[in-house]
């Protein structure tokens, strides 16, 4: 650690939104990498928001702009030299920010969680579609709310992030981008920002990693199925741990260690993350299963993702401070944070 | 707000620990009230653990020291002078505090949320049946993890708070102290803290209030079951806004105003609670419910609070900050956090 | 069994439809026994529908005509004669006939299984309040449905039916009419029907046995929420096997054995009921758990009952000829049919 | 309809038992197609157990003799001409014959209903894992159950059908056999058995076709997560509905039409299906949604189909005598049932 970091290598690759809708990548796993990256490399990119910019002001409804076949487009899938199935690709978001000075969010006909949908299929009509435009100030950090049929508005934090990040899935399963599981996919949690690091198991060669559905904020649920979307220019570190499987995404912050599970009904995504939790802080811990039950059963935050997508996805979140001086995923964090440090000063 | 305020009564009601178990209350509804108690009163009371104080040592099994039928005793029910069906109960915690230097932790066999259950009804034979032991350091407000098959510790943070908080059921039912549901009763919430006050809509004349199940603190989803079990000595404040019917229990603190939801499905729970929030948001921003879906979907943080009682209970947790000037429950918080303070400068 | 059969007690006690609603019971539990019933003997009875005869046209709403708190009566309940906690209620169906010649079926606001409800609460306002009407023809055995909105009809076959059967739940709860669970209640199945055999377990001293909610017949699921409901005639026979503890409610008929599970989500259900066959096959064959298991899985019959109430009911059913010999529940189907045979050529 | 009907084409393509598992087709989506078929041909061809073959005695297990990449092998994809998006396809089950002499259950570690699973994830270790052999007499039509740890045995009867039929999935998704959808594929329902036509909305040029997971028989809900495996000799007649889109898979025979729904929690499969058979009967029988929702909840049959899959699936089932004189899906049946005993008939 002494000594000044050498530069990582940065790759570059920019989404371009004049492209047509049908050309984008909707899903995980099916699609032909865009770039090849080497494990420990800087990535500068861009993602579309989750309508590729179809919404345009509060008169348009996604029904009626959007094609149903085309929606949230990925940036990816990016081959990451090395990786193999067996492997974890670890993710350092070094930054996250609105491209944009708009952000947008609408309800959507039978999507939500507040509605009957496709699968909570019930006899009522499709609640009203609106659209509500939101000026993003990058300088103030704020997010400004306005409802459109009274005149209360509402400064809100920006709080940028990626609600779908994701590799190719296993046994050969090609997943729509509105789908989240363990492949990671559309998880829509909002601890998906700049700072964090993001294990993802890999299922194939390559992993082909792919992001997008960037959010200026969102509440824990995304109760009405869709956050403040915006296309983001997004940094992240990529690095692999070699013959380590992580079977469902894992986040790391500075002070918190995180799991995810994504399922129905949403108890068994509580289950899968407290249950990945329980093994985790053992292992971290040298304890048995039963005492880390009992510890992560005292100390877990759990915050749901989403509870509107495919499946449902929670999160447990469990503070560093009760781990001891144990140090997770071999220090991955900690090594990606600092290399994020010297790509930003290197600016 | 002029001038010093005038004291509250004060009631002053203890529970006997020494009293034998089958004469204590376990549901809500369905006892004589142990004492009145007139609106605006102080209520300094005390609780026994959810053992009933029958867990004395890791040697101590639930199963074999505690009788299945007396498990979750409360303290009450309180009568509360001039309430009727379609007023709301304001309880205010001033403090809840540790009566003891330790709690207990256990597993229980079929109860938690990583095991089979009597409703999650599976071929597995129970999971170990343990027994944690904790020291709780008031002064230091420290609770001491120890494990049980290494020699692991953890200093966890004292969070002390109410597992169970309640009023009589309607319908004429009455319910197990280990059921959570629209009357309170179980919700194992960590937000039921001291600085908070809990709204409950009253379905009985005299609303009959009772609490029990201190934590010294709990994670959220009460994973294994069991909190860190204590005996509470805790204060509360009493108030009865008259014609408000408040259909969800309700919380509110300084920062934020929070409903509940209780059911099956966990995602059930959440819509109980989000919708709640929606139509509260409505009303007190003056936004239609659209708008406030939008606002509330942005905004809500979605804490679990259990995943292993009768059904499970999730909480929707707004910031004031986004409500503007609107003051919510006329208010009431505000008014019973000045009476805690001028109860407290009196001791 | 030679010999003509002694012909057994008849206890008579019919339900008054003019009694003021509020004077019914509405609640297992909580209520004082009606009448005091041996063991053994047939009991003749009525019951009211469900709406108390409240809804006599295609004009009346429930919403309008009904009160809430008066919804499912029940009639009883009856005090049954050495029946302690450890027991098990055997109650066999000799005959359920509509009283009238007509039953009722409607939509309720926020009930049913495709709409919004209280529970799976969203933002939908409810859907359409409508009654239908049925002319049930007793000598022909047929229900005649006639559509509102056009004139299409279809005759169904009679098939009358008890949804709510009960005894007094454990733990001291006092549980709504409209609830089913472990005491039996609101299970609205269709096989609860003439022929059949139920078993409860016994909770409290006197076992507190109720009935009510006839159905002149019912689909699987109970889709909207309510049947073609209608008072009934009804006598059984009741009988008590000590020292018999039976966790779920059971049914038995001629050609299987039956078990049901209440909860949710309905996966829920499903696995109390298919475990309950589990052990009872096991118990009744010999075998161990994992063959029944087996056989279960190759076997059972997995009917729905109901997907509309508090928690949702399904049925285990399997058929008696993969059984062998094995007579379940020490014969007391048989023993009851031949009694309610004696009863009824003694008429 | 007068006249002797032409005999129809017939297309016979088997699969090889040989094959190596790695080239076989584990998908729905994904996979080139075997062979062409012009709609109204005759499909004769065979499918694989759905362990293919691996497991030949009561000591193989399946986790040390199958791979899990390589779990229940599809026959197929087959390409049917002319199909479009937005057409469905007709494949009406001609014979379903087991090929051998015998079958195979097996309880599969963390899979099946009353055990932990990688999604109800728990803490319990897996139930044991077990195998048993069946006898299959098919001249007696007789499958023997034959228990592994005691003397007992039970003859149930044959009643062969496919667990595994489907299309390709509409997004561009490739989803493994494993799983149940909107395209067919695992639904694991019994009533998939010889003169039954099945209803697949098509959703990419050429439908792809494939079929597997033949059963001698199973219970209704497939408990514990496998029935009696069997290969099979199949007969199919395959048709063509141009215009015609399908939502779920729709079955009819000569008494029932049916509807499926394929999701978690088990109550939005039962919601998928009944809204589904609400919207079928109310187009046959001209009636509105209310009135279609009130018949259908007095006369549907409501059998689960699996509670084991990624995902569960529950059957609608109505007796068409109660829809008048409609003729569903413009008598495709009844056609394809001729089709079928000319094919027959020429044999």
Same mark, same amino acid.
């Given at each position: ?29 099916? %699609?032909?990498?865009?770039? #090849? @990256?080497? $494990? ?5 990119? =861009? /993602?579309?928001?989750?309508?590729? +910019? ?35 690709? %670890?993710?350092?978001?070094? #930054? @996250?920010? $609105? ?5 947008? =969010? /609408?309800?959507?006909?039978?999507? +939500? ?43 809100? $934090? ?190």
């Amino acid at each position: 650690m002494s000594g000044p970091l050498p530069l990582p290598e940065v790759v570059s690759h920019d989404i371009d939104p004049q492209m047509e809708p049908s050309r984008l990548v909707y899903t995980f796993g099916g %699609a032909a990498p865009v770039a #090849s @990256i080497r $494990p420990g490399s800087v990535l500068s990119t =861009s /993602t579309l928001d989750c309508f590729a +910019g179809r919404i345009r002001s509060s008169a348009d409804k996604v029904s009626q702009v959007c094609d149903p076949r085309f929606i949230n487009p990925q940036t990816g899938p990016f081959y990451v030299e090395g990786a193999e199935p067996g492997d974890t690709l %670890a993710v350092h978001f070094v #930054s @996250i920010e $609105p491209r944009e000075a708009w952000g947008v =969010s /609408t309800t959507v006909p039978l999507f +939500g969680s507040l509605t009957a949908t496709a699968t909570t299929a019930l006899l009522h009509p499709a609640l009203p579609e609106r659209t509500w435009f939101y000026e993003i100030d990058r300088a103030d950090r704020v997010v400004r709310y306005a409802a459109l049929d009274t005149p209360y508005t509402a400064d809100l $934090p920006l709080d940028p992030m990626h609600g779908t990040v994701g590799v190719a899935p296993a046994l050969g399963e090609v997943r729509s981008s509105l789908a989240p599981g363990d492949w990671g996919g559309n998880m829509d949690t909002p601890e998906m920002r700049a700072g964090v690091t993001c294990y993802l198991g890999v299922n194939v060669e390559g992993a082909m990693f792919s992001l997008g559905d960037g959010h200026a904020r969102q509440g824990e649920g995304e109760t009405c199925g869709v956050a403040v979307e915006c296309a983001m220019e997004t940094v992240l570190v990529v690095d692999l741990l070699k013959a380590t499987p992580t079977p469902w995404p894992r986040l790391e912050s500075d002070d918190f260690v995180m799991t995810t599970g994504s399922a129905r009904p949403l108890e068994d995504a509580f289950r899968i993350a407290q249950l990945q939790m329980v093994r985790w802080v053992a292992e971290l811990t040298g304890q048995t299963e039963m005492d880390a039950y009992q510890l992560v059963s005292q100390t877990s935050l759990s915050p749901v993702a989403n509870v509107v997508d495919t499946v449902y996805t929670m999160v447990a979140k469990v503070p560093k401070s009760v781990l001891g001086t144990t140090v997770p995923m071999r220090g991955t964090h900690a090594r990606l944070r600092s290399a994020a440090a010297a790509y930003l000063s290197s600016r």
